[in-house]
């Protein structure tokens, strides 16, 4: 099949107005610019597309403006938005900045979402029955993560979906088998390596979560969210006796985010406050991996709290 067939045959399945792409662009504008891989391609046939009534968004020529690392602004999507690296690849970039490969090529990854989203909608564009009182129904959430690792096996995330799905079912084995398969794809998957230093703490693998857990941190940009994963690993460290190695973490908690400390134990007492002691315990020996002298006062008191619970 040649380039981009199999989306724009996709596009012909469904009736005007679910989907809308923009004309061909000229190759003297497309000339008077490097573009990463397959981008010139795409707009040899459309100008930006508007897909599944403006869910997903593929900027127009002029609208591709660079970012960092020598690639492109591709457009947006409900998980954030979308990058074309000078690699190829197609890159999903959350709230956080952190970001994970979502397409191993363009045209895989226009393939995978057409596929993923043609389970949930009809040619009209209203939705098909799939929904359940929770949301989308699990099997066809399951039908989704399927259809996209089958169009696009080397896109890392929908390996990390694979696992949240056999995470949430209990099964710790195939989540982090499908996790190591994520992580070796795209060593910057900060949330992969995040969901897989939990399973290893939680099967008491210490070094190997605090390992995960700082690769975690190190693909998070500063902020909240890397202060947490480097905590992650601060906790681990100390779990396993590593007083040097959660030291090192513990700074990089800090310089990620020098509030954070105060904000998991204001978010501990919180809990406690609310009878929820597991939940204060996990805040609490959260802030003690960073700052051991300030959190254990409150550690004391959610686990005595939880004693107390289990004895009623």
Not at 35 to 61: E, N
Not at 274 to 301: F, I, M
């Amino acid at each position: 099949m040649a380039f981009f067939d199999r989306f724009r045959a996709e596009l012909g399945k469904y009736e005007e107005g679910v989907h809308d792409v923009g004309d061909p662009v000229d190759d003297k504008r497309l000339a008077a610019r490097v573009l990463p891989p397959g981008l010139a391609d795409f707009y040899r046939s459309w100008d930006g597309a508007r897909l599944f009534a403006d869910t997903i968004v593929i900027a127009r020529y002029e609208g591709a403006r660079s970012v960092d690392g020598g690639g492109v602004f591709l457009g947006e999507w409900p998980d954030g938005t979308l990058e074309l690296g000078a690699d190829g690849r197609v890159r999903s970039r959350g709230d956080d900045g952190a970001a994970i490969v979502v397409g191993s090529t363009l045209e895989k990854f226009l393939a995978a979402l057409m596929a993923r989203e043609g389970l949930l909608v009809e040619r009209d564009g209203e939705f098909k029955d799939v929904f359940d009182e929770e949301g989308i129904d699990e099997r066809v959430r399951d039908k989704q993560t399927r259809a996209a690792l089958k169009i696009d096996p080397d896109a890392a995330a929908w390996h990390l979906e694979a696992a949240e799905r056999a995470f949430a079912d209990g099964d710790d084995a195939a989540a982090e088998a499908a996790l190591a398969r994520a992580v070796a794809l795209d060593e910057g998957a900060g949330e992969a390596w995040a969901l897989l230093g939990a399973l290893q703490r939680r099967s008491g693998r210490l070094s190997a979560a605090a390992a995960s857990w700082e690769r975690a941190a190190a693909a998070t940009p500063a902020g909240p969210a890397r202060a947490e994963r480097a905590a992650e690993a601060a906790r681990a460290a100390r779990e396993a006796g590593d007083e040097a190695a959660r030291a090192a973490h513990a700074a990089l908690a800090r310089a990620a985010d020098a509030g954070a400390v105060a904000r998991w134990l204001d978010e501990g007492r919180a809990r406690l406050a609310d009878g929820d002691a597991d939940g204060a315990l996990n805040r609490a020996t959260l802030a003690a991996a960073v700052a051991p002298d300030e959190a254990e006062p409150l550690v004391k008191d959610a686990r005595v709290r939880g004693k107390l619970k289990t004895l009623r």
